[in-house]
């Protein structure tokens, strides 16, 4: 084989190469319906991580649940629309939807707000031992994000009115506001049951 041959014999298969390498560069992993489940599941053990440490307070999750849910909604949408499937475009809206949140779980559980997970009080116990449930909840998937949320939203008004209440009584409450706020607990642990127990899963 002369150098001119050998020549042409290398462009050639330079060429017949090239689709191959461009294709190999170009394609990306499809995002499936799966890894969008999965990425779900994940987010959810993540707030429920942080609602157990304390890392995220009733407030934040509460945002964050709200947040989800309405992923959760557009997703139900989106198959609605396309017989039960997500077209690559419904999956990208989605994933971006989903970094977003990261990164929002991820500031809310870095920040210096946290819940007190060793409270001293009687009403601070009730209110961590609930956490704890909904925290277990989340993680198991008997909370969906909406239940989730309606909790955390019901949660971060009783912790607002203990904190007005000892703000106005030098740090203490009172025995009326502590029974007030012992029959506002009751119902909400009662929901977190009905809540837990309703054959909804996330």
Request: aromatic content about 2%.
């Amino acid at each position: 084989m002369n150098s001119m041959t050998r020549i042409t014999f290398a462009a050639a298969l330079a060429i017949l190469a090239l689709p191959v390498v461009a294709q190999s560069t170009t394609q990306s992993t499809p995002v499936t319906g799966q890894t969008i489940q999965q990425r779900k599941e994940n987010q959810q053990d993540r707030i429920g991580q942080g609602v157990q440490s304390g890392e995220l307070t009733a407030g934040e999750t509460k945002n964050l649940e709200k947040k989800e849910a309405a992923i959760n909604q557009e997703e139900r949408n989106m198959r609605k629309l396309d017989n039960g499937k997500l077209t690559t475009a419904d999956k990208k809206t989605l994933t971006q939807q989903q970094n977003q949140l990261s990164k929002q779980i991820y500031k809310d559980k870095h920040n210096s707000t946290e819940q007190n997970t060793s409270p001293k009080s009687e009403v601070g116990k009730r209110a961590e031992n609930q956490q704890d449930r909904i925290a277990q909840g989340v993680k198991s998937g008997q909370l969906t994000a909406g239940e989730t949320a309606n909790l955390e939203k019901k949660e971060a008004a009783i912790n607002k009115e203990v904190r007005n209440d000892r703000a106005a009584n030098g740090g203490k409450l009172t025995p009326p506001e502590r029974a007030q706020v012992n029959r506002q607990q009751n119902k909400v642990s009662h929901q977190i049951y009905r809540d837990k127990h309703n054959g909804r899963h996330q």
